[in-house]
């Protein structure tokens, strides 16, 4: 990783500064070694000439904290990922994504692994319960679960990104997709101990304590996948079309928007997802009904930069309550970053064709850079925005 500070500095004074905090701090990054090069210039507009856009990033800042200029400009010149518009390795940039289905029940807290995904999709799946599908390329940590099994609509998540699909089990739905699309997916059925491994104790710190039940036992983990992977001569790189990632850089000015500290998104009574702005990081804290959501890997709540609510239709076609979920066609949604919510239309021509958001005004829509929380919500409900 290179690290470039741009001084506007007197003639024969270096200053040094290291700015490496937020991403230090970024669990994307942990692990990365920093190089830092120093560059010095007195005009930050010439800077800019000698490095491709985008020059800085929102979480970077050219002020100090009462407000006075500091005098240097902070920019990453590594790649930019797809799918969070954050630098990341040259040797990353092309891998291909895994998405991972994940149990959302009560009894399945703490999930392991979700304060790294790119992008995390959420929708319901049987009666009142949600289900997560998280889409990891940018890193991939070591453990990820508890996995549980697929649905029809997680499929054509997976397709929105060019993803290799990994789950435990499937629907019958679910079973009819995988064969007539024939996406790349590892089964959790087929690979228990090998790829999937039991893991069946609760972290100390957690309210849910002894043993997990064993249907909430199954985790992804990574060595083993990626040994399978390349035996079985798996495709392992995604494909170059910028569709499957997302549009990143300065969020323009919208004339129908609103305040959104708060973002309340109830699928049901028991699984309501709440999104909290912390003005301090400008990343949202995700929470569910027992209050903070943190990951069993880092003990740390789980945080977004941007939050997307696509609005779609939803029917009960199961005798146990399975959700058919719209996921092709066209509709209307809400896009959520930096306290600021705003209308936005959605568009997939097919299941195993990328999804496409925009503007109103129907341009493309630009996010934040960060990490991406998707709600796939019903259009009988109310999203509340305060």
């Given amino acids: 990783m290179r690290k470039i500070l741009l001084f506007r500095v007197v003639p024969l004074v270096i200053i040094f500064i290291i700015a490496a905090a937020v991403v230090i701090n970024n669990p994307i990054y942990r692990n990365d070694?920093?190089?830092?090069?120093?560059?010095?210039?007195?005009?930050?507009?010439?800077?800019?000439?000698?490095?491709?856009?985008?020059?800085?990033?929102?979480?970077?800042?050219?002020?100090?904290?009462?407000?006075?200029?500091?005098?240097?400009f902070v920019a990453d010149l590594r790649p930019r990922s797809m799918l969070t518009g954050l630098p990341t390795e040259e040797e990353y940039l092309d891998r291909r994504p895994i998405a991972v289905v994940i149990n959302n029940l009560h009894r399945a807290m703490p999930q392991s692994g979700i304060s790294y995904a790119d992008v995390i999709y959420e929708v319901l799946t049987e009666g009142d319960v949600t289900r997560l599908v998280g889409i990891f390329q940018s890193y991939v940590p070591e453990k990820i679960g508890p996995v549980r099994s697929a649905r029809d609509s997680f499929i054509d998540f997976a397709y929105n990104h060019d993803a290799i699909f990994v789950h435990h089990g499937r629907s019958p739905d679910a079973d009819t997709r995988l064969r007539n699309t024939g996406i790349t997916n590892l089964d959790g059925m087929a690979l228990d101990g090998s790829v999937f491994l039991r893991y069946r104790n609760y972290p100390s710190w957690h309210h849910n304590t002894g043993q997990r039940p064993l249907e909430h036992s199954s985790f992804l983990f990574n060595e083993p996948m990626l040994r399978h992977i390349e035996n079985r001569g798996i495709r392992s790189y995604v494909n170059s079309d910028p569709a499957y990632g997302f549009n990143f850089g300065n969020v323009p000015e919208h004339p129908v928007s609103g305040v959104a500290n708060t973002i309340v998104v109830p699928f049901s009574v028991p699984y309501t997802r709440t999104f909290i702005f912390d003005e301090e990081t400008g990343l949202y804290l995700v929470e569910n009904r027992e209050g903070p959501v943190r990951d069993a890997n880092t003990e740390e709540q789980v945080s977004v930069?941007?939050?997307?609510?696509?609005?779609?239709?939803?029917?009960?076609?199961?005798?146990?309550?399975?959700?058919?979920?719209?996921?092709?066609?066209?509709?209307?949604?809400?896009?959520?970053?930096?306290?600021?919510?705003?209308?936005?239309?959605?568009?997939?021509?097919?299941?195993?064709?990328?999804?496409?958001?925009?503007?109103?005004?129907?341009?493309?829509?630009?996010?934040?850079?960060g990490q991406t929380w998707i709600c796939v919500f019903q259009n009988t409900g109310t999203v509340s925005f305060e």
Wanted: aromatic fraction near 12%; hydrophobic fraction near 35%; proline fraction near 8%.
């Fill in 33 to 72: 070694h920093i190089e830092e090069v120093f560059i010095e210039t007195e005009d930050p507009e010439e800077a800019e000439e000698l490095f491709v856009p985008p020059l800085l990033d929102p979480l970077f800042s050219s002020r100090w904290d009462d407000g006075t200029a500091c005098g240097f």
């Fill in 305 to 369: 930069a941007n939050i997307l609510i696509q609005i779609t239709t939803k029917r009960v076609t199961g005798s146990l309550g399975q959700r058919t979920i719209g996921t092709v066609g066209s509709g209307e949604g809400f896009f959520v970053t930096g306290g600021i919510y705003r209308p936005v239309l959605w568009a997939k021509d097919s299941h195993t064709s990328p999804m496409r958001w925009y503007f109103t005004d129907g341009t493309p829509l630009v996010l934040s850079p």
